[in-house]
């Protein structure tokens, strides 16, 4: 995410492409195999990416198992993707702009904002969070002079949303992150248009973002990619 404003306004736009909607396949939607995944994980990147993997489903099932709050899921899960390692999707994956799966992120070990945004989103989802109170958040980052990605947390519909980013560990109020511009969002089902830090205008469903179809679509343990470097050594 390190282009200009300009740039990243042309790819902002460029995502919002009209397209077929794709099936829900998100980790929410879904019952997952533990030892399935963790397997799967194994034998495409690695012991490394099948520890981290492993770490995450008892991360989950801990979760679930504790009925903790919904402030506690979000800290929880925050502390625990904000680990993994920041890198470029060109150094990792060869393309200019690469969404990982969750998966992927783990197996791997690292990725850009996209793809800790993403297994944030996926993986409160999977906690029982509503759709309704979570968005992915392109935003400008003001102080680094480039686009990112973050996600919002609304505990309701009218609050101001608390903002989970891998450029800082403290979750907080989207009134406090005065370095974030936000310029649109989505979740499972709806695209908007921000204003300043408010709810923003609905633009349409989230299936008009093709990079989000591409994501949803390849979320099976059958379509795992393999990256351009190997960050485990």
Known sequence: MRAGLLAGIGLAMSLIVFGVAAQSLLVADTQINDANVIAAVRQFYGQAGAERTQAWRKLVRQAQNQHLSERELLSRVNIFFNRLRFIDDIALWGKPDYWATPLEFL??????????SVAKYQTLRELGIEDA??????VKALTLNQFHMVVAYYPTPAAVPYILDNLEGTIRLASERRDLVPIYSFNGQHLWLMQERGQGQVAGQASRLSVWNELRGRIDTDRLQQPKMNLDH
Not at 108 to 116: I, K, M, N, Q, T
Not at 133 to 138: I, P, Q, S
């Open 107 to 116: 197996g791997v070990g690292g990725g850009d904002c996209e793809d800790f």
């Open 133 to 138: 109170k979570l968005r992915l958040v392109y």
